[in-house]
């Protein structure tokens, strides 16, 4: 079956990008609003698919939830002392064949870089998004990171984003 295509390739390249250096920028207000009101971000642990709903995870937030996180985040009510600096590597940006009317799926690669003190940790992962367009452009209905690591210790997930 042929469907046409909702987002493009490089399109779906700039969201994820722009995210990114959000992100990376400590943005995480206008990173919110990237997300669709009933937006789920969702970080799984042990295996990448587990039923969230059924077994723990390392992240399961609500858009609510997140801006509760952000809000402690920047008043300074996580556990590390210093915030912690990010960068958000991300490759092989593809768009998958559109998941329901009205939501695309993108898929990419992305290795997460976070320094914090002397220390600095690297976290590869496959992300997923279902991407849904907007007034204000594209907003994420869900954004699934399965860090290739995540039945491993996370030392400091308070900058997890």
Request: proline share 5%.
């Amino acid at each position: 079956m042929t469907t046409t295509k909702l987002m493009r390739r490089a399109d779906a390249e700039d969201f994820v990008y722009a995210e990114a250096a959000l992100l990376d920028g400590g943005r995480f207000g206008e990173w919110l609003e990237l997300f669709a009101e009933d937006g789920v971000y969702w970080v799984p642990a042990n295996e990448a698919d587990n039923d969230p709903e059924r077994h723990v995870s390392i992240i399961y937030d609500t858009r609510d939830g997140l801006a509760d996180r952000i809000a402690r985040y920047q008043l300074g009510r996580v556990v590390q002392e210093v915030p912690s600096r990010t960068l958000h590597l991300v490759g092989n940006v593809r768009v998958v064949e559109d998941a329901e009317p009205d939501v695309v799926e993108v898929t990419a690669a992305m290795v997460l870089y976070e320094v914090h003190g002397a220390r600095t940790t690297v976290h590869p992962a496959q992300c997923r998004y279902l991407l849904t367009p907007g007034p204000q452009g594209w907003r994420i209905v869900l954004k699934k990171v399965a860090f290739l690591d995540n039945d491993q210790y996370f030392p400091n997930l308070a900058y997890l984003f």
